[in-house]
Structures are given as structure tokens and as C-alpha cells.
């Protein structure tokens, strides 16, 4: 299995989102949080199965995650055995 990384700014991506929600609905915040850990535990496993990345090197690939009636499009990159989570966005938001 490929070593997983994260990049600062997509751990900032995760906090925002997290409380983002949280004013809303806590326990939608932590579920949003284990559901986008959850699918970052997919994409380690298999690194190909997210979708190549519109207007990106063939590296850098998407993986939407369901939450919700929407939920979360993680980009990444995979070279050799490395998977570096570059961002993580609301489907609802606009690009990355």
C-alpha cells in the first residue's frame, strides 16, 4: 500500500468544512469528518480509482465522497508508492 500523506492545506480544508458544519449541526460535522477519512482510506488502498483530474498531469486524480445529498470531492496526487491529499471541497464549491 502506498504512503499517505496530507498536505497542511488540505487538513485546513477538512477543519474548515468541520466547522462550517458544526454551527449548524455537530454530530453532522464528525460524520462529515469520518465519512471524508473514510474515502482517503479508499483512495490509499487503490490509488487509481479516482477519476484523472480535469486540466492536470495523469498524477493527479478526484475522488468524490457521498455525504449527505452531496458531499466531497477529494484531489490527489499518486506517484510511485505516494499518495499526497492535496484538497478536500464541498461538491456544492466551486473548484479547486
Given amino acids: 500500500m502506498p504512503r499517505l500523506i496530507w498536505t497542511p492545506s488540505a487538513l485546513l ?6 466547522r462550517f458544519l458544526a454551527t449548524r449541526n455537530a454530530n453532522a460535522a464528525r ?3 469520518k465519512a471524508i477519512r473514510a474515502g482517503v482510506r479508499i ?3 487503490h490509488p ?3 477519476r484523472p483530474a480535469k486540466d492536470l498531469d495523469p498524477e493527479y486524480r478526484e475522488w468524490p465522497i457521498g ?3 452531496s458531499g466531497y470531492v477529494v484531489l490527489y496526487r499518486h506517484a ?3 499518495v ?3 484538497a478536500v471541497r464541498h461538491q456544492k464549491e466551486i473548484g479547486f
Fill in 31 to 33: 460524520q462529515a469528518v
Fill in 84 to 86: 499526497t491529499v492535496l
Fill in 67 to 69: 455525504f449527505g445529498d
Fill in 80 to 82: 510511485a508508492e505516494l
Fill in 48 to 50: 487509481e480509482i479516482g
Fill in 13 to 18: 480544508d477538512v477543519q474548515r468544512s468541520y
Fill in 43 to 45: 483512495i490509499a488502498r
